[in-house]
């Protein structure tokens, strides 16, 4: 009788165990990071200051491509511009100063059924620079601007939409991160215009998060 009862509290304890699923081409990699955290006082810290502060400030977006070969990423960063490169390099790129990882958050579009066609896309913009300006540029992205650009209807309107964007600090003050990046691309901050951001991105309701353990 004991025997059973193991048994059956056992199984009963991997029913209720949240499903782990794979990665999956197509699917979004959010990179979160403390809101108390600071790097170095980088574009990464300026943006977690200007997108939504929470407990958990989200800097980044990149696209899962999976193959025969292995887990591929592709997004945009000031280090490599839009490129696709092995899981590991990705890993490495936003390892904390302590040496552990960021909170990854997986999603998945609810409706996933062209994910190969958005990652042939995104395929497409490999080489381009790192949109500093954050503004429509012919040459250049910058992460969720990739994403954006990259999943689309099969009409072509885009799946992912835009929001004004906003690069003040909290207290609602900009910070001199922003103030000297766009003097020295010689242009205003594009306060308000239209654009995209992780966090913005992560919260739209054509996608799901999903169990995806990384690493």
Not at 93 to 108: A, E, Q
Not at 189 to 211: D, F, L, Y
């Amino acid at each position: 009788m004991k025997r059973i009862l193991v048994i059956t509290l056992a199984f009963m304890a991997l029913s209720c165990s949240p499903r782990v699923e794979r990665l999956q081409t197509g699917d979004l990699i959010f990179v979160g990071i403390p809101a108390d955290y600071r790097i170095d006082g980088s574009m990464s810290d300026a943006i977690a200051d200007a997108t939504c502060p929470d407990s958990l400030n989200i800097i980044h977006t990149a696209i899962a491509d999976v193959d025969e070969d292995g887990i591929w990423i592709i997004d945009a960063t000031i280090k490599h511009g839009v490129d696709r490169h092995p899981l590991d390099t990705f890993l490495c790129d936003f390892t904390l100063n302590d040496g552990s990882y960021p909170t990854f958050i997986v999603m998945r579009l609810n409706d996933d059924s062209g994910a190969e066609a958005h990652v042939a896309r995104a395929r497409e913009f490999l080489g381009r620079s790192y949109n500093c300006s954050f503004t429509p540029c012919d040459t250049a992205l910058y992460c969720t601007e990739l994403v954006h650009d990259s999943y689309l209807n099969p009409d072509g309107s885009f799946i992912f939409g835009e929001a004004p964007m906003n690069f003040l600090a909290p207290d609602g003050t900009m910070p001199v991160y922003w103030e000297q990046l766009f003097e020295l691309i010689g242009q205003t901050v594009p306060q308000g215009k239209p654009g995209t951001n992780p966090r913005a991105m992560m919260n739209e309701s054509c996608i799901h998060e999903i169990n995806v353990q990384i690493p």
